[in-house]
């Protein structure tokens, strides 16, 4: 037959897990969700039928759970790792195991201010990602954010730009700039406290967002992304994903009304994608 | 012909109003989706294509931000009732105008300890709600949540069930108690503070989800029902739907593996529906 | 304490019950999602946590897939007619029993001309909706469809309208009519054929809409509704929701270029919602 | 500053277009969701804010619907070759244009046999997809599938699988496949039928998932890929995603009723994930 297999993985994809810590009266929470991968020598799966190197995605489901179970969940980055290496030793066939983690987010409730022992609301859409990609000898760890929604009532603008027969915008010295950040960063070692690791780059991300004027969107990204490797060490790159969504002045001039930057449209269709690699130089 | 119109209502929803407070330097937001709907004579637009009576719904999306821009938006109730009045007059056919609106969570950030000035970031997915419905003579005002996610880690069971020859369930003193509330209530008057009659009612919700040990969804509901009519005097009835977002306990006894409450499968499909309506006596 | 239970119910939602019909070797093929909810005297378990009259949610999925086995899916009204009975039995609490049932579509696939036996391909979004409310010694069925989504690029209109200082919109005899239909009839005795039923109400729906000229999203609702009862002598009454799904016109006019109903802007918010009930004489 | 942009590429997405044939009586319709992304030379706006170089992304919004009107938009191939040409001549800072464009289905309604004219219904939500790289120089097309669901009741089996001690899957030779095809093929050459072409591949992957017997979905996933690329010459490689969307027998045995593959749980979390890419050899 003149085809090929010329690259395959498999898995088990969305296995949800919720942990529960119950050292002590005090309950902690972790919600995960977890996408496992192999990748590797299947090709008489794929050939033949012949099923004899393939653990079944049943099976790494029922490992989440049970790992889940005998190691910590948190941080989860180490919990990937843990997974990673289990499933090259469970799969001999396999080359890599990949393994996706996203946290949900969960805020300990409180009454009055009493923090309360085993009571939460879920926080905001944010998630918190891990990555983990583990060969034999090799591990890489990357982690990132997804849904961090963020929006700046001034700050911003988009001037000076390129027009051609097609251009109708008007430059503007002054907008909305709203975003969800989608965010991944690759670390260039092992993290010695990876949430801390995932914090600092966080906050640098927020915090540039926040702070710097903005004269494009990309402007923004460049200064976002070099925040984050200032502010962690560890990260050799990352990729940073931000969505343009518009947000409109309405247009009240028919009814004889003022609009100063106060009504705006909000759109969901269509969007700007701002997408940039900063790299450590 | 042998049919008739019964009852009809048209209007025109999601519409997406952004709002800047610009009064100083630092600024409000306010992230509002707004339904109109008229009810009322508008026969003849049925029946023979006469629209002479109607306002179009592209009129009621401009009135929502014409009058966004000239009056308050928040509270959303008093946004309503202005909305409510407004088409009452612009359109004499109407007998009764429906406005419903959803306010969207942001969260100003904070640069170290200071609050910014002008950076949100949206909040979690908990949404208030307003409805109005204002007729001539007579106006209704009811508020409400959606997707406030709720969850215990322990303080609820379900046990002394009815059995048939179906029922394999266990009973159980010990389980997680996760949901998402849904709550819609009415004023019997009008409240001479909208935002504290909300916040009041949602933390009784929040506050007995937390503290009452649940024999059952439906002792939680009501025990939150009734804090509730407790906490706001205004209040003359209120509708809660919880789902019971069922968390499994994870089967581990085949590799071994004790799991005292600890590892859960969360799912989506089926899950549990409890509701009820509770009024003051 | 000043406050009473006034109505309750609960279930089990989002049962997703798939049934293959093996009868010989071509397989046919239900897939159902079913919600149950029960209504009566269920006060002890939200006063008091005395759970001794409530049928467990679990066991209604259970009952779901057990009857699901011993009786037939299809068509759904007599398969919510068969569950509502049975709850009503294993339920002495309850007073009423309601099943909700919506039937994913799947079409056989063919291999060249010749049907398959036992291969399909999942159809439009399109739902056929039964609802069945059983109550000791009484019984009611409803049917409906929802997610049918339907477009005339011609055929429609709207002009003659009233208007006010807000008023913007531009008449028109010629634009897109993009809707979404949500139909919910009520059968005033039970149908000999509930799937005939069905479908003659649905193709009325469905033809109507493609061959009557629209003045209004209005005229059309109510053309629809009267030609659903002139279609199905069993219906009493029919709600339908007509979502207006704008196409605007793209304003090419700054390129120096025509659109004469040719180029469209398709959107999603806002969107104009047209509803209305339509009863016999 | 020790941070270097290593990759940038930035446009607007989900530009909605729907395009409506005029040309006599009988209307055609196009219905497209398009994203526009240019790579290239534009370090200046990230690095300082000079925007001289950025052809907005408005504009780009403006020139979907411009070369909407003035070009074909059918098939989406050749629209998305026209939009890429355009922006790398409008753009000199950009190297790539990369254009995606979605085809959303409609079916022409018929009233009794007679096609109509203009009146559509929406059809399966799976999509045509075609996406151009245009380079200076150089042009790459793919095209492909997304959410084409597909099910077999029967002739699939997954047996002689590797197990370890977290395995409890038992091994059965007859299942329920699910699944909702995801395909990417990129073509060797420009194809003299666009259409003719995806036609091609779109059935051969069909009838290989109907047709042959499936011992994991691994086998079939390869099976179907040989098949694409020996039903279309011009095709060069094709990525295949199959997720395996679980349909769990229905444990019926506690009410002592058979279930031979009649009664089945439809499933959404947790899936399996098949990817494979097959390649001329």
């Not at 034999?136 to 997804?146: D, H, L, M, N």
């Amino acid at each position: 037959m003149p085809a090929r297999l010329a690259w395959n993985g498999y898995g088990k994809a969305a296995v949800r897990l919720v942990k529960v810590g119950r050292a002590g009266s005090r309950h902690d929470l972790s919600d995960l969700t977890v996408d496992v991968q192999l990748q590797g020598e299947f090709a008489a799966t794929h050939a033949s039928g012949d099923n004899s190197a393939v653990l079944p995605t049943d099976t790494m489901k029922n490992t989440v759970y049970a790992l889940g179970k005998t190691t910590a969940v948190d941080p989860p980055e180490s919990f990937g790792l843990a997974l990673g290496r289990h499933f090259l030793e469970a799969c001999p066939a396999a080359s890599r195991a990949v393994v996706r983690l996203e946290a949900h987010r969960w805020d300990r409730l409180a009454l009055g201010e009493k923090p309360h022992d085993h009571a939460f609301r879920r926080g905001t859409p944010e998630l918190r990602i891990a990555e983990v990609s583990a060969e034999r000898g090799q591990e890489s760890v990357s982690a990132g954010i997804e849904e961090l929604a963020l929006l700046k009532t001034t700050g911003s603008g988009f001037e000076g730009f390129l027009r051609d027969q097609y251009t109708t915008l008007r430059e503007t010295g002054d907008r909305i700039f709203a975003t969800e950040v989608s965010a991944r960063w690759r670390y260039a070692r092992h993290s010695a406290d990876w949430t801390d690791a995932w914090t600092s780059t966080r906050d640098a991300l927020v915090e540039t967002f926040a702070g710097a004027h903005s004269r494009s969107v990309q402007e923004t990204l460049y200064a976002m992304g070099a925040a984050a490797l200032a502010a962690c060490p560890d990260i050799a790159e990352i990729r940073l994903v931000l969505p343009n969504q518009h947000h409109l002045l309405a247009d009240l001039s028919p009814f004889g009304l003022p609009n100063d930057n106060e009504v705006f449209v909000a759109t969901r269709e269509p969007y700007g994608k701002i997408e940039g690699v900063v790299i450590r130089e």
